[in-house]
């Protein structure tokens, strides 16, 4: 009632044509609010109407998609071995031992891929002389599943055709003897880590955004990236590389780039940005997976440099045209090649404050079933 009378004393209290005028300006706004929306509605009824928005109304995906071409047409050109690795190869022979430690597999599986993954191996072999595929993980690692493979699959013409093939492919046995094949773990002892120090971990990293003035070795950042590469991903492609920026001229170039460095990019002692790569994937339907993949990575790598008695802070990389395009000139990117996100390293300073950051409770992340 008290809020009624108030109303209706402004009211009475506004000039003649002043409320005419101010409920003119209400609905043209909410007009124009609506007519904003038109297209986005009109885009929600189909993929094909999404589609045409963005095609004719918003350039947001544009450097997705050029990426993701860009990208189909290096993974063609990764037949042979380039850069000491190959997405095609990883990927076969990935799956040939997902075949082969299957319980109830086919006695001749892989058949339709089989021939390809043996020519793609056998020219990685001949590319590099005999003492460079013998010190080659990947390429010791595709000889024995390969072998592992020959020896237990059936009876098949592609399966005999590429047998030819792997036998007639000159390999230097390895000197160790160890097989890299599927094996049975040694699970006789408990995880090294308990649940508790793992907690605790988790709990202690925080996002730091004061670090003292102090180097950060390589051979540290190292141990962190080692931890990183266990991280699991599809196919064991791992679709990424660590950019580590450690030059004091090219970091004051690089840091002040991401949005959410502002305030204290000058403090960063190391700046880490997790790069994906399209180029390990044949299809758009994997465009994703950089971003997966890069991510459960990062995170190993955070946990590891904690480990250490650094600490980072995770920067967010949103898709913004020009500040790509800026990070791409300075770090030479490729067209395939799109940053994940920026970490900041460094030694914490004792004396820097960090967020609280209180995190949901279980109760709303996690659903059980239909719950």
Same mark, same amino acid.
């Given at each position: @009632?008290?809020?009624?009378?108030?109303? +209706?004393?402004?009211?009475?209290?506004?000039?003649?044509?002043?409320?005419?005028?101010?409920?003119?300006?209400?609905?043209?706004?909410?007009?124009?609010?609506?007519?904003?929306?038109?297209?986005?509605?009109?885009?929600?009824?189909?993929?094909?109407?999404? +589609?045409?928005?963005?095609?004719?109304?918003?350039?947001?995906?544009?450097?997705?998609?050029?990426?993701?071409?860009?990208?189909?047409?290096?993974?063609?050109?990764?037949?042979?071995?380039?850069?000491?690795?190959?997405?095609?190869?990883?990927?076969?022979?990935?799956?040939?031992?997902?075949?082969?430690? *299957?319980?109830?597999?086919?006695?001749? &599986?892989?058949?339709?891929?089989?021939?390809?993954?043996?020519?793609?191996?056998?020219?990685?072999?001949?590319?590099?002389?005999?003492?460079?595929?013998?010190?080659?993980?990947?390429?010791?690692?595709?000889?024995?599943?390969?072998?592992?493979?020959?020896?237990?699959?059936?009876?098949?013409?592609?399966?005999?055709?590429?047998?030819?093939? &792997?036998?007639?492919?000159?390999?230097?046995?390895?000197?160790?003897?160890?097989?890299?094949?599927p094996y049975r773990?040694?699970? +006789?002892?408990?995880?090294?880590?308990?649940?508790?120090?793992?907690?605790?971990l988790a709990r202690?990293?925080? +996002?730091?955004?004061?670090?003292?003035?102090?180097?950060?070795?390589?051979?540290?950042?190292?141990?962190?990236?080692?931890?990183?590469?266990?991280?699991?991903?599809?196919?064991?492609?791992?679709?990424?590389?660590?950019?580590?920026?450690?030059d004091p001229g090219?970091?004051?170039?690089?840091?002040?780039?991401? @949005?959410?460095?502002?305030?204290?990019?000058?403090?960063?002692?190391?700046?880490?940005?997790?790069?994906?790569?399209?180029?390990?994937?044949?299809?758009?339907?994997?465009?994703?997976?950089?971003?997966?993949?890069?991510?459960?990575?990062? *995170?190993?790598?955070?946990?590891?440099?904690?480990?250490?008695?650094?600490?980072?802070?995770?920067?967010?990389?949103?898709?913004?045209?020009?500040?790509?395009?800026? *990070?791409?000139?300075?770090?030479?990117?490729?067209?395939?090649?799109?940053?994940? *996100?920026?970490?900041?390293?460094?030694?914490?300073?004792?004396?820097?404050?960090?967020?609280?950051?209180?995190?949901?409770?279980?109760?709303?992340?996690?659903?059980?079933?239909?719950?």
């Amino acid at each position: @009632m008290i809020a009624g009378l108030r109303r +209706s004393a402004k009211a009475q209290a506004r000039p003649r044509g002043v409320g005419l005028r101010y409920t003119a300006s209400r609905v043209w706004r909410w007009f124009r609010r609506k007519a904003a929306r038109l297209p986005l509605r009109l885009a929600g009824l189909s993929p094909l109407a999404s +589609s045409l928005y963005f095609c004719l109304f918003s350039a947001a995906f544009r450097r997705e998609h050029h990426a993701v071409v860009q990208g189909l047409l290096k993974y063609g050109e990764q037949q042979d071995w380039p850069g000491g690795s190959s997405a095609v190869l990883r990927r076969s022979i990935h799956r040939l031992e997902k075949g082969l430690l *299957m319980r109830h597999r086919r006695p001749a &599986f892989a058949v339709g891929y089989i021939h390809e993954t043996v020519a793609c191996y056998a020219r990685a072999v001949a590319s590099v002389c005999e003492a460079q595929a013998a010190a080659s993980p990947e390429l010791r690692w595709a000889h024995d599943v390969l072998k592992a493979y020959f020896h237990q699959a059936g009876d098949h013409p592609a399966i005999r055709s590429a047998h030819l093939l &792997f036998h007639s492919t000159p390999w230097p046995e390895p000197a160790d003897g160890h097989q890299r094949v599927p094996y049975r773990r040694d699970l +006789s002892q408990p995880p090294p880590v308990r649940y508790e120090d793992l907690l605790a971990l988790a709990r202690r990293r925080r +996002s730091v955004r004061w670090f003292l003035r102090r180097p950060v070795p390589r051979e540290v950042i190292d141990r962190a990236i080692l931890v990183a590469a266990q991280s699991p991903s599809a196919c064991n492609r791992q679709p990424f590389v660590l950019r580590v920026i450690d030059d004091p001229g090219l970091l004051a170039r690089v840091a002040q780039v991401p @949005m959410g460095a502002a305030g204290f990019w000058e403090n960063i002692p190391v700046l880490v940005l997790v790069v994906g790569q399209q180029r390990h994937f044949f299809s758009p339907r994997d465009r994703h997976l950089i971003y997966v993949d890069g991510a459960l990575a990062a *995170m190993g790598f955070l946990y590891a440099a904690e480990a250490q008695g650094l600490s980072t802070c995770c920067i967010n990389w949103p898709d913004i045209r020009k500040k790509e395009a800026l *990070m791409a000139r300075l770090l030479g990117l490729e067209p395939d090649e799109r940053i994940i *996100m920026c970490i900041a390293v460094g030694y914490p300073d004792p004396d820097g404050l960090v967020a609280c950051s209180e995190k949901k409770p279980l109760e709303q992340l996690r659903r059980y079933n239909f719950e």
